[in-house]
């Protein structure tokens, strides 16, 4: 899969406090994303969450504002994961709704709580369907 940096929000993002993800995406104007081919925001788990005191919490924002630094975001899309499943080299992946209409600027935003929240990870925007077609092997193997 490629994955075009113009659409990446975060590149091994470490977070351990609410936080927006470094990069937004500026789509020149406003528009309806999810129309047309459906479009997904991708989160790859680089560094696996801390859920050592069992009180962390994960919750993954896509937002849209008019400004480059989301100070007034709409959130369009959100997922909330439990800690135990955010694994490094885990996958999480939050469809843009069809019909969203958007501002100028598409960011993301993390939501963490409890005690000691930790995660590291790499979200960039896809079409769906190239979300949906990636297959995994292990490493080293012999594909024929």
Do not use: W
Not at 18 to 43: C, F, K, S
Not at 69 to 84: E, G, Q, R
Request: proline share 4%; hydrophobic share 40%.
């Amino acid at each position: 899969m490629f994955i075009d940096v113009q659409n990446k929000f975060s590149a091994a993002q470490a977070v351990t406090a609410d936080a927006n993800a470094t990069n937004v995406i500026d789509l020149g104007i406003g528009r309806n994303l999810g129309d047309g081919e459906p479009m997904a925001v991708v989160i790859d788990v680089d560094v696996a969450a801390d859920h050592t005191t069992g009180d962390e919490t994960y919750t993954f924002n896509v937002v849209t504002d008019d400004n480059t630094s989301l100070s007034s975001p709409t959130t369009i899309a959100t997922l909330t994961v439990a800690a135990a499943s955010l694994t490094a080299g885990s996958r999480q992946v939050i469809v843009i709704p069809p019909g969203s209409v958007l501002e100028q600027y598409l960011g993301f935003a993390y939501d963490v709580g409890g005690t000691t929240p930790t995660i590291t990870c790499t979200v960039f925007l896809q079409p769906l369907s190239m979300v949906e077609k990636v297959r995994y092997y292990k490493d080293n193997s012999t594909i024929s």
